[in-house]
C-alpha cells in the first residue's frame, strides 16, 4: 500500500522561513547573558514549535535554512555570529540539535492519533531532551578535544547548564501549551486535514 507525501505549498514555506527567522532573533534577544560558556537564547523554544506545528519534514527544514545561512557567514547565531568558525564553538553541537530537535518532536505529534496536551509535552520534552543531550557533549568534546582544556571536566559542563534548564523547562512547558491550542488553526492554513477534537 503506498503512501503520498503531503504537498508542499506556498505557506509551508513562508512558515519555514519564519521559523528561521525565528531563531535568528531568539538567538540574539539575550544572548548577551552567558553561564560559563552558554549564552542564554531562546532558540530552544523556536526549535521545539517548529517540529510541533509544521511537523517532523517542514520544521527540521527550517532549523536546517537556519544552520546553513549562519554557517555562510551572516550573523545569525548567538552574540550575532555567523560562518564556518562555529564548527569549533562549545556551543555548535546545540545548533545541530535543532534540526533533530525539530524533526523528533514534529514525528511524535504526527504518529499520534488523538493530538491531546499530553501528546504535546511528551513531544516537546523530548525535544528538549535531545537539545541538551547532543548540545552538552558535544560541548565537552570541544573544550576536551579542540580547546584542550581539560580542566573543564564533564560536570562542569553539565553544571553550566544548570541555568539555561530552568529557563527551557518553563518555555518548553509554555511551547507545549501553545501548540497544543494552535496546532489545528495553524495545519489548516497548510491545508492539512486534523480534526479540532483530536486537540484538547
Known amino acids: ?75 545569525v547565531f548567538s552574540q550575532f555570529s555567523g560562518g564556518l ?22 514525528l511524535i505529534v504526527e504518529k499520534s492519533k488523538k493530538k491531546t496536551i499530553t501528546t504535546f509535552m511528551v513531544a516537546c520534552f523530548v525535544g528538549l531532551i535531545i537539545n541538551y543531550v547532543i548540545g552538552t557533549h558535544y560541548m565537552y568534546f570541544a573544550f576536551q578535544f579542540l580547546a584542550g582544556l581539560e580542566a573543564v571536566s564533564y560536570q562542569v559542563v553539565w553544571a553550566w547548564m544548570a541555568a539555561p534548564a530552568v529557563k527551557d523547562l518553563i518555555l518548553t512547558f509554555f511551547a507545549a501549551v501553545l501548540s497544543s491550542r494552535i496546532y489545528h488553526t495553524v495545519n489548516k492554513r497548510r491545508g492539512r486535514h486534523t480534526f479540532p477534537n483530536q486537540v484538547a
Open 1 to 75: 500500500m503506498s503512501t503520498t507525501k503531503p504537498k508542499i505549498h506556498t505557506v509551508d514555506l513562508v512558515l519555514v522561513a519564519m521559523f528561521a527567522a525565528l531563531m535568528a532573533i531568539g538567538a540574539n534577544l539575550t544572548s548577551f547573558l552567558v553561564i560559563g560558556s552558554v549564552p542564554i537564547t531562546m532558540q530552544t523554544l523556536f526549535a521545539i514549535l517548529a517540529g510541533a506545528l509544521l511537523g517532523s519534514r517542514m520544521g527540521s527544514l527550517a532549523m536546517t535554512v537556519y544552520l546553513l545561512v549562519g554557517l555562510v557567514g551572516f550573523p
Open 85 to 106: 568558525r562555529t564548527f569549533v564553538s562549545p556551543t555548535f553541537g546545540f545548533l545541530l540539535s535543532f534540526i533533530l530537535v525539530a524533526f523528533v518532536t514534529g
